[in-house]
């Protein structure tokens, strides 16, 4: 296998450009939040709220390309209603300890996943505590990205774990690297445990990745099985990678943020977080799209400047 590693680089010329880019969609984001954080949002899809978006016209105006736009909104919306849907798990859970009644249960659970919850009582008072009105952490970040501000951008993919080491806008190639092992390596193991506990063979990788992802059971011939124990028994392989990349780094006693993205970045934050406790971790939105988002935006206020300079 032949693993390939990519790097983008934005010229200075380009920075103001992408800086609007940022300003503009950090607002939507904040604006949505702010929108359909809540009950608004309650009973419909997310294709209900993009229509709702669409039709209302409240970003049309921006001075933004129309598909940075429509993945952002798209992008906005999936992150608030799965912020919903960890709720209702949390209400589920309550659920259960409430009552043993298995009607009772079904009913309570329909409601939840109906997104019907307020025509009962029990139900709206625990969705008013796990589901509190969201707000989007998106801002102007721009100052914390200067010429002289260090950061580690680290890359979790499916097979392998990349990160780069930054100074400003140049890239330190001697703390900079990739080693085999990301996403997949996780799954296999926990796929490996199962089997053993479950005797036989699991290969369905995909539907572990899914499980994991949305926080939920893996459903197994008739069984749901909580993932978590099985994912605390792979946090070696993970200390593992992230001890190399540790190595690789150095101390990052001025770096003012560990950036990751990738499928993978939710199974290695809480990792790189303990060898990294006294520097800023941001997991960045919707991470598995992270480098899809960066190559769209860099283009397009690539094809900006270009038709501003035409039309000079």
Not at 64 to 80: C, L
Not at 185 to 196: S, T
Request: with cysteine.
């Amino acid at each position: 296998m032949t693993t390939v590693t990519r790097t983008l680089y934005a010229t200075p010329s380009s920075l103001p450009a992408l800086g609007a880019v940022c300003d503009a969609m950090a607002f939507v984001r904040a604006d949505l939040w702010r929108r359909f954080g809540a009950l608004r949002n309650v009973g419909k899809s997310a294709a209900d709220i993009r229509k709702e978006v669409t039709a209302a016209g409240w970003y049309a105006g921006l001075a933004v390309d129309g598909t940075i736009r429509a993945e952002t909104t798209k992008d906005a919306v999936n992150d608030i209603l799965t912020y919903k849907a960890a709720a209702c798990a949390k209400v589920r859970q309550a659920v259960a300890k409430r009552t043993s009644d298995a009607t009772e249960r079904k009913r309570l659970y329909t409601l939840l996943k109906s997104d019907q919850w307020l025509e009962d009582s029990y139900l709206h008072r625990m969705m008013r505590k796990h589901f509190r009105h969201g707000v989007s952490a998106s801002g102007n970040r721009q100052k914390e990205f200067g010429r002289d501000s260090a950061h580690l951008v680290v890359d979790v993919g499916y097979f392998t774990t990349d990160w780069v080491y930054a100074n400003g806008f140049t890239m330190d190639d001697k703390r900079s690297g990739g080693i085999p092992g990301g996403a997949s390596q996780v799954y296999q193991r926990i796929a490996a445990l199962l089997a053993r506990d479950q005797d036989e063979q699991i290969d369905d990788l995909e539907r572990i990745d899914k499980a994991l992802r949305e926080r939920s059971p893996f459903f197994f011939y008739g069984s749901d099985i909580d993932l978590d124990p099985y994912l605390e028994k792979s946090q070696p392989l993970i200390a593992g990678v992230v001890k190399e990349m540790q190595n690789n780094v150095g101390q990052l006693t001025n770096v003012r943020s560990i950036i990751i993205s990738g499928g993978g970045a939710a199974l290695y934050a809480s990792a790189i977080r303990k060898a990294f406790p006294r520097v800023t971790l941001e997991v960045i939105d919707a991470p598995c799209l992270a480098n899809a988002k960066g190559f769209l935006v860099v283009g397009e206020a690539g094809l900006a400047r270009e038709r501003a300079t035409a039309k000079a």
